[in-house]
């Protein structure tokens, strides 16, 4: 699995709803779960973001499917980011020549 870092801001739409956004979230693990992405985590943030969430996607095809999807509803912007684990960053400099 592929891992991915999300930066997400609140459009006009979602902030003027936020009282839902746990509902949001809950609903957007069950609607990824058949594309065979799972949102690892969720942090609340202060400053340019308003949360962050780690992704974990087979793919980038699906990585960006996924999110595209939860972006068209209209109540987040989102920055993503591939991510490699500390385990894979170190696997990677093992093999570099």
Same mark, same amino acid.
């Given at each position: 699995?592929?891992? @991915?870092? &999300? $930066?997400?801001? +609140?459009?006009?739409?979602? #902030?003027?709803?936020?009282? *839902?956004?746990?509902?949001?979230?809950? %609903?957007?693990?069950?609607?990824?779960?058949?594309?065979?992405?799972?949102?690892?985590?969720? @942090?609340? &943030? $202060?400053?340019? +973001?308003?949360?962050?969430? #780690?992704?974990?996607?087979? *793919?980038?095809?699906?990585?960006?499917? %996924?999110?595209?999807?939860?972006?068209?509803?209209?109540?987040?912007?989102?920055?993503?980011?591939?991510?490699?684990?500390?385990?894979?960053f170190r696997n990677l400099i093992a093999e570099m020549p």
């Amino acid at each position: 699995m592929a891992t @991915y870092i &999300t $930066l997400a801001k +609140y459009t006009a739409q979602g #902030i003027a709803s936020i009282k *839902d956004s746990p509902d949001r979230l809950d %609903a957007a693990r069950e609607q990824l779960a058949p594309l065979g992405v799972t949102i690892k985590d969720f @942090y609340l &943030t $202060l400053g340019e +973001y308003d949360f962050m969430v #780690i992704v974990e996607a087979p *793919d980038n095809k699906t990585a960006a499917m %996924a999110l595209i999807g939860l972006g068209a509803q209209g109540n987040v912007s989102t920055t993503t980011m591939a991510a490699l684990t500390e385990h894979e960053f170190r696997n990677l400099i093992a093999e570099m020549p």
